[in-house]
């Protein structure tokens, strides 16, 4: 056979090979075509972007070893049966669909709803940092730290003199970074004298491993003691306290937890820490009693947690069920907001049905462009169904909250994109309390006004090539 004869056979041989693959996967038809269709037009070079960023595969010994280490902490959460239960029935006798909700974060990230608690919501860095700094200096036994980006400036030098000094006390520090998230930021120099003082600082996960590298730990989590935890939308870097240029603030959101509920982001930490570093810590020493301070708290918190190893996409369901039973009123507060088709059916859905949909992005993000381009086309799909959508101008809106009808919020790491729901590593606190949700939808409130409408019928008067500039950036949604 001649050498054409040759490469068209190559080729078939090729495109059946994808395809079955593809196929099998059993997506969405509209997602299968589409990446039947790049395997076509770029050979070789969709293969590399699907490995990259479309595969469903996820090793089977990470998938066991979570197993494995679930089941071990499953005393653990046998042990808070008793405030789930407890706390499920006074939902049950509100006569909401608060219940729905326990139930469903329960099954999908197996995390029981804990009641003996305090917790307290934390605007910005300028309220987060010092509560958190204050923590890691009251520390006797242990800190455990985990972050998707971690930077050696001014704000990293003063945490290594103070998590030094912790280790020369006789504390254990271990701290997990995201190597791609904090790939601009972390000097290796810095690396070197984090573990030259005894701290442990670990990747979530190598670079080099490229077939992974798309799966990235988008988490915030502290937890000190085993006895207070923080979480929520702040890393550690500078400009969380000294904005970038052209942003008047960083504007963000956290919670600091003290009782049972930080046991369940130590068993988080636990899992992750041996995933990344093949070390075993699961103590019962990590998991102590609560403080004797906390005999009368009664706060309700859950945590909604998902991954690309995970059997369900635990937060973007959480999202879904909060918007379908709100009856009032949903906010929302994210930095991108990139909808896959269900997310987007249930907010269009809500606000047709008269709920109060209100929904506040960044107008602009600090360098990156595409996520807000392709932004555009679906805040004017939910602005035409009656949602009310808000521009955050004045800083950067980072935060990445939901209140739903006063009485259920969650506040966490995942934004309002394809990747936070199906591929990044995600942790959400959800909190069952009047009070804390009305301060969550007073802040609401307080940063509409700094804030410009966004609407279906002015955006439709933009220019026809800036409309398609964002169609074009559309396309790109799952990978930004």
Not at 11 to 23: C, K, M, R, S
Not at 64 to 78: F, G, I, K
Request: hydrophobic fraction near 45%; charge should be neutral.
């Amino acid at each position: 056979m001649d050498l054409p004869t040759v490469l068209t056979y190559a080729f078939a041989a090729y495109l059946i090979a994808t395809g079955y693959f593809i196929v099998a996967e059993n997506r969405k038809p509209s997602a299968t075509f589409a990446w039947m269709l790049l395997f076509a037009l770029l050979p070789g070079i969709g293969v590399i972007v699907y490995l990259l960023f479309g595969r469903k595969y996820f090793g089977q010994t990470t998938r066991l070893m979570r197993q494995e280490l679930t089941a071990r902490l499953r005393p653990l959460v046998e042990g808070l049966e008793p405030q789930h239960a407890a706390a499920l029935d006074r939902l049950a006798r509100a006569g909401e669909h608060d219940t729905l909700i326990a139930e469903l974060v329960a099954r999908t990230s197996l995390s029981v709803v804990t009641t003996r608690n305090r917790l307290t919501v934390l605007r910005n860095a300028s309220e987060a940092y010092p509560a958190l700094f204050e923590d890691l200096k009251a520390a006797r036994r242990s800190i455990h730290m985990q972050y998707f980006s971690w930077g050696s400036d001014d704000l990293g030098e003063e945490l290594l003199d103070v998590l030094a000094q912790k280790v020369a006390e006789g504390v254990e520090v271990r701290i997990l970074y995201d190597p791609l998230g904090s790939l601009t930021m972390l000097r290796r120099s810095y690396l070197r004298r984090m573990r030259a003082a005894g701290i442990r600082m670990e990747p979530v996960s190598r670079l080099w491993r490229i077939h992974t590298i798309s799966y990235r730990n988008h988490r915030k989590i502290a937890v000190i003691d085993g006895l207070v935890g923080h979480t929520g939308g702040l890393n550690i870097g500078g400009e969380h306290l000294e904005p970038p240029p052209g942003f008047a603030l960083w504007r963000d959101t956290n919670v600091r937890i003290v009782g049972a509920a930080v046991s369940l982001l130590q068993a988080v930490f636990t899992i992750d820490w041996r995933n990344a570093t093949g070390e075993d810590l699961f103590h019962e020493s990590l998991f102590p009693d609560e403080a004797p301070d906390l005999s009368d708290a009664d706060l309700p918190v859950q945590f909604s947690l998902s991954g690309p190893d995970s059997r369900w996409a635990a937060v973007r369901q959480l999202y879904f069920a909060m918007i379908t039973n709100a009856r009032d009123r949903i906010f929302i507060q994210s930095p991108f907001f990139i909808l896959d088709d269900t997310i987007a059916e249930a907010l269009k859905t809500a606000a047709l049905q008269g709920v109060d949909v209100r929904i506040m992005i960044s107008e602009r993000g600090t360098g990156q462009h595409l996520p807000y381009w392709a932004a555009n086309t679906y805040l004017a799909d939910i602005a035409r169904s009656g949602a009310t959508i808000l521009l955050y101008r004045t800083g950067y809106l980072h935060a990445k909250i939901a209140a739903m009808d006063g009485r259920v919020c969650t506040i966490g790491s995942a934004n309002i994109d394809i990747r936070s729901f199906s591929i990044n590593y995600e942790l959400n606190a959800v909190i069952y309390d009047q009070a804390i949700t009305r301060a969550v939808e007073d802040d609401f409130h307080r940063d509409a006004l700094e804030c410009v409408p966004f609407t279906a019928e002015a955006y439709d008067r933009r220019s026809p090539h800036i409309r398609l500039r964002d169609s074009l950036a559309r396309l790109l949604s799952p990978l930004l």
